[in-house]
């Protein structure tokens, strides 16, 4: 997982914009013992990162805002916190930043406005196209059936 942290020309551009949007002081990280299997580290050492993010508190514009809580994610909890917990690796640097990157990738998707989707009506050609193959196909299978006597 250590591959997804490097950043290109591009996404170094990105996070810096995303970051300047969400203030450092907004996110609470806490380090916690990472689970599964490990050995004698994993029992020492709290490298698991536990990352909680409150929408409403933080400074982002409100459409953002709103647009955030309408996510269906389960990450986004009732009260309106984003909770993301990183354990992928075995240093704790590492977590933070995974965990970081993961709510800027979840603020940066909800940036952009959605589009709305016009509405569009068939050309007359496709509809009379349409009803002439319903009309051979209802032919073809009326030849199929049995002739009655």
């Not at 990352?51 to 514009?61: G, T």
């Not at 916190?81 to 354990?87: A, G, H, R, Y």
């Not at 995974?98 to 569009?120: C, F, G, S, W």
């Not at 073809?140 to 006597?149: I, S």
Request: net charge positive.
């Amino acid at each position: 997982m250590w591959w997804k942290i490097k950043c290109t020309p591009i996404r170094q551009h990105w996070v810096s914009v995303v970051s300047k949007q969400v203030k450092e002081s907004e996110v609470q990280m806490i380090a916690i013992r990472a689970q599964g299997a490990g050995g004698q580290h994993v029992n020492k050492v709290s490298s698991a990162i536990h990352l909680r993010f409150d929408i409403e508190a933080s400074s982002l514009d409100e459409e953002l805002k709103d647009r955030l809580k309408a996510l269906p994610d389960r990450r986004i909890n009732r009260e309106g916190v984003i909770v993301l917990k990183s354990q992928g690796t075995r240093s704790q640097d590492m977590n933070r930043m995974m965990a970081l990157n993961r709510l800027y990738e979840l603020i940066e998707r909800v940036q952009e406005a959605p589009v709305t989707r016009k509405r569009t009506k068939p050309p007359k050609r496709a509809q009379e196209n349409r009803l002439n193959n319903k009309k051979m196909t209802a032919q073809n299978k009326q030849r199929r059936a049995k002739p009655q006597v």
